[in-house]
């Protein structure tokens, strides 16, 4: 049976996704739809979809996922519009790198938020490929109202993309993006506008500038059309962090007028070492556990399991859901990366109050 993938909106990301779909899914068929049916040509003639719709309804007629890659301000309509027509079993997602406005609206047990922590500086499906979430985190952020079914189918169309799923909350999710994505773009902004400012000041030529100034700085200025929107839906989050980050600069600015070398290199050494565990953080492959547990077949399920390993920092390799014949319980099956998450897994989900057990 032909899988059916709807992608609305075949950008960098959009097309990406198709170009993984259409290489790494056996028996897939990826239908575009976008405002511009000359883009739409343009990514079917480089292979990203198959074929081009030219209504939303023909693009979700008979597709089991869609994929809303609209910027963040117009994700919200374009959902709702996706969720009026697409089919009663169709997981609809969107790939917005916030969520928390995004998915507390939704009622409709088909949508599981969605954002893969992968893109460039560059845009349009010219510059799509299909490893471009090969090895990525892809944060899913399911409510108590999603269908466990379509997280499960979700969940595996994410893995065959290469990515990595992680369940987490929205709230918790904007927060952390706060930190380490739409900061670090708003220090780059700064940084530049600061430097040129100095210089003209200085009324000094421009220098030719270091590697360590290209690399802080290689996101600043990105695209205004997507970022005045990322900017303005996380606004409070980045703004705490922005807070938090000048509390910090404070506090490096009196280590430096102390001149005590041994504050200073403690300083040093510390950013270091906290660069290390953040690296280190990342899944590097090893063995694959498999957990069997039985849970109440009642929605929101399997959403309330995943989320609890997220948030402890589990990753869930892969998942996969069977209901019992009597449709009251159910089994799920979880593979989770290393001995010690596994453990960790056990624990949590024994918590829950739901029998585990490692096959």
């Known amino acids: 049976m032909t899988v059916q993938i709807a992608v609305c909106g075949v950008g960098l990301i959009g097309g990406s996704i198709g170009f ?92 599981v938020g969605g954002h893969p922590i992968a893109g460039a500086e560059t845009a349009g499906v010219e510059h799509g490929r299909a490893d471009l979430f090969r090895g990525a985190v892809w944060y899913l952020t399911p409510t108590e109202r999603s269908s466990g079914i379509l997280l499960e189918r979700l969940h595996r169309l994410v893995v065959a993309f290469g990515a990595r799923p992680v369940a987490i909350d929205a709230d918790s999710h904007d927060r952390l993006l706060a930190t380490v994505s739409h900061l670090p773009h708003v220090l780059a902004n700064v940084l530049v506008t600061q430097a040129a400012q100095a210089l003209t000041e200085e009324d000094a030529a421009l220098p ?63 950013a270091g070492a906290c660069r290390r565990r953040l690296l280190e953080a990342d899944l590097a492959g090893g063995v694959v556990h498999e957990l069997r547990l039985t849970v109440p077949n009642r929605p929101g399920i399997v959403a309330q399991v995943a989320l609890a390993l997220g948030k402890a920092g589990v990753n869930i390799v892969d998942l996969a859901l069977a209901p019992a014949p009597d449709m ?15 453990e960790r897994a056990r624990e949590l989900i024994g918590d829950l109050g739901f029998p585990v057990a490692e096959a």
């Not at 590697?211 to 290689?218: I, K, L, Y």
């Not at 001149?259 to 300083?267: F, K, L, M, Q």
């Open 208 to 270: 030719r500038v270091g590697p360590s100034f290209r690399d802080a700085t290689r996101v600043a200025g990105a695209n205004s059309t997507i970022w005045t929107d990322i900017y303005m839906a996380n606004r409070e989050a980045i703004a705490d962090e922005i807070d938090a980050v000048a509390q910090r600069m404070a506090g490096v600015a009196a280590t430096l007028r102390s001149g005590d070398p041994r504050s200073i290199e403690a300083w040093n050494e510390e």
């Open 20 to 111: 993984a779909a259409r290489e790494r899914c056996d028996d897939t068929e990826v239908v575009g739809f976008g405002r511009s049916q000359e883009r739409l040509e343009r990514a079917r003639k480089l292979g990203a979809i198959d074929r081009a719709a030219g209504s939303l309804e023909e693009a979700l007629a008979g597709a089991q996922a869609c994929f809303c890659c609209a910027p963040v301000g117009s994700l919200p309509a374009q959902i709702s519009d996706v969720l009026a027509v697409a089919p009663p079993d169709c997981v609809v997602t969107d790939v917005g790198s916030t969520k928390r406005g995004i998915v507390e609206p939704v009622e409709d047990e088909r949508f």
């Open 328 to 342: 009251r319980s159910g089994a799920m099956t979880l593979w989770i990366g290393g001995h010690e998450q596994t």
